[in-house]
């Protein structure tokens, strides 16, 4: 077996190489593929000492090692990573969707957006019933009309022209080795195919996903993409041109115009067209256990650096550092955060989401209040929202008025969003990247671009549904998040890069998938890492919780009775239920580096 895959892996190398450039040094060998679980797998945490990376499946993160090892960059590493992702977690991310990506350059930190539009002929009326009221969210998600001009290539060829060491085309490899020769089909690929209702109506999807018999492949059999292979071998070649223009773009569009039910407007142009931007992250200063850090993350269309920093503001305004830990359950639980913390938690969360809805939107389009987003990080603002918090719960918050000057949107209703992948790297010149990357859904749109007679492809996000489907609210006033031609969804990916504030030095690169709950997700790891003291993968195993200013959720099985209890005394209307995160995170060690991934997905961390 290990002789087949290295013959594969070698006749491969030197089929890329005929069409591409190898680097010198660089020759991907496929590592053995042991067969991942689903579920809670524990983890042990990962110490390295010069370099690390850490991604939600051990082939990605092994290919980003192999470009760490062969001298890539952070940047160069991501590329490899995101690519495999795309071949063997496709149902969270890849080249038809969309991400963000922050960079520190041993200097600055730098926010790279590189996430979907709405095409040029979408308008606020995209998810309107004839009637006038929004559609069923499925009904939305599934076919052509949800899927948003993809980023996530042009952004990181972007961040290449500026920090790649290694060709362009040479990350590639590791991609196009693994869809040619064959990839081992995970245990968590495997449950989400079977759990999915709406991936076997896509033809293309069906016969790759699928066996004959119509039942999902079986975890560990070989899955090759030839389809897949052809496409990352252009953009290999071509650049982000390879998937934008040409017989690529033209495949796209036909599957988003020629939907038999629900088809959607995107055009050659407007893939042709689609811009990645550079922004300026959202960083602010952040006191724990006496220490002074300053956390930095994606500013809008970005919900997530935003909430993340409110909710952690306002706790500071609170006494939750003074609380101690509670004991949780069986192991893994171990400490758990004590009822009272988790009160104090939900509330800051609920005040935060109540803000997210009022005004968090695409920059380019959307107003911040005062003039400026960091208003909704203002200190005096954060003391003013925490007086709010009090012994019972509030149980729905009211945004509030940061800054002087009103801007009148109306809030946002919840939506569902999930799928969604996190890679963290830092490479042997102290450079580092935090970055989410998602076609949002699992499995995005269910629409998978494939090629007549080759067997694969990859699949459309279904971005757009992170639009608010109502554009006003009942009395007309519009919604900050309502769909508008060009315009970016609002996000809750949250990439963060921690830096000690008096020396600059990182401290730590984290973020997870899960729609508005990684919002929590990343706070949770945050608080745990910086106010606990927890290594990243302590701080990653804790329980799950939060609010996204409805009820207080708590992950199910991992609290005592007794915490929901006294939650519910308070007034909290109290849900256990599953929040399968997907933490990544890596921390800067006196002697290197160590890196946590996620026990409730198949990730891992490797490093030298
Ligand atoms: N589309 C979501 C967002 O950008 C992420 C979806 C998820 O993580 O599941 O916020």
Redesign the pocket.
């Known amino acids: 077996m290990k002789t087949r895959t290295n013959i594969v892996a070698l006749a491969t190398a030197l089929l890329v190489a005929g069409c591409a450039t190898q680097a010198p040094g660089f020759n991907y060998t496929v590592p053995a593929q042991p067969e991942g679980a689903s579920g809670y797998t524990e983890k042990p945490g990962w110490a390295t000492r010069k370099f690390a990376v850490a991604a939600a499946n051990p082939l990605a993160t092994d290919a980003g090692y192999q470009i760490l090892k062969a001298g890539g960059s952070a940047i160069d590493a991501a590329i490899a990573v995101q690519m495999v992702l795309a071949l063997v977690e496709p149902q969270s991310s890849g080249i038809g969707g969309g991400a963000f990506l922050l960079h520190y350059n041993g200097k600055d930190v730098e926010a790279f957006d590189g996430r979907e539009t709405a095409p040029a002929a979408a308008d606020e009326k995209l998810f309107l019933l004839p009637d006038g009221k929004p559609m069923a969210f499925y009904d939305g998600v599934v076919g052509g009309r949800s899927v948003g001009v993809p980023g996530a290539v042009r952004m990181l060829e972007m961040a290449h022209r500026q920090y790649g060491k290694l060709p362009w085309s040479t990350l590639f490899q590791p991609a196009i080795t693994l869809a040619e020769g064959g990839f081992k089909v995970s245990a968590r690929l495997n449950t989400l195919v079977t759990a999915d209702a709406h991936l076997k109506k896509d033809p293309v999807a069906a016969a790759y996903f699928f066996k004959s018999d119509g039942a999902p492949r079986d975890v560990g059999v070989s899955l090759r993409n030839p389809a897949f292979a052809e496409v990352l071998r252009k953009i290999a070649a071509e650049g982000s041109r390879g998937l934008h223009e040409g017989e690529v773009a033209q495949a796209i569009v036909a599957k988003v115009q020629g939907h038999p039910t629900n088809p959607g407007k995107m055009t050659l142009a407007d893939l042709a067209n689609y811009q990645p931007k550079k922004r300026v992250p959202i960083c602010h200063d952040y006191k724990a256990s006496g220490h002074d850090y300053r956390i930095c993350g994606m500013p809008p269309p ?1 919900s997530g650096a935003i909430a993340v920093g409110q909710i952690l503001g306002i706790l500071n305004n609170t006494n939750a550092a003074t609380l101690p830990l509670a004991d949780g359950v069986a192991s893994p639980a171990g400490k758990v955060p004590s009822a009272e913390w988790l009160h104090l938690y939900t509330e800051a969360a609920r005040l935060a989401f109540a803000d997210r809805a009022q005004y968090l939107g695409d920059p380019d389009f959307v107003q911040p209040p005062s003039g400026n987003w960091m208003s909704l990080l203002d200190p005096g603002y954060l003391a003013q929202r925490a007086r709010m918090i009090g012994a019972q719960s509030m149980r729905l918050a009211r945004p509030g008025t940061p800054g002087a000057t009103q801007v009148s949107y109306a809030p946002m209703p919840d939506q569902p ?4 992948s996190h890679i963290s790297i830092v490479d042997d010149a102290g450079n580092a990247i935090a970055m989410t990357t ?1 076609i ?2 699992q499995f995005g749109a269910r629409q998978m671009v494939g090629k007549a007679g080759v067997s694969g492809g990859f699949l459309l996000n279904n ?1 757009l549904t ?1 639009f608010s489907f109502a554009p006003t609210d009942a009395e007309g006033k519009p919604v900050a998040n309502r769909v508008q031609p060009g315009k970016r969804p609002r ?3 949250a990439p963060t890069l921690v830096f000690d504030k008096g020396s600059g030095q990182l401290v730590m690169s984290g973020g997870s ?4 709950l ?1 919002i929590h997700y990343t706070a949770k790891t945050l608080y745990g890492t910086l106010n606990w003291g927890m290594n990243a993968q302590q701080a990653i195993n804790l329980p799950n919780f939060g609010s996204n200013n409805g009820p207080t959720l708590l992950e199910e099985r991992r609290f005592p009775s007794a915490t929901a209890e006294a939650l519910r005394a308070r007034g909290h209307e109290v849900r256990e239920q599953n929040m399968t995160s997907g933490l990544q995170a890596i921390q800067k060690t006196p002697s290197g580096y160590f890196g946590g991934a996620d026990p409730r997905r198949e990730g891992v961390v490797l490093g030298d």
């Open positions: 970005s969003e999930y799928g969604t998602t949002e859904d971005e992170d996000s809750s990916m998938p899960g729609g508005a990684i």
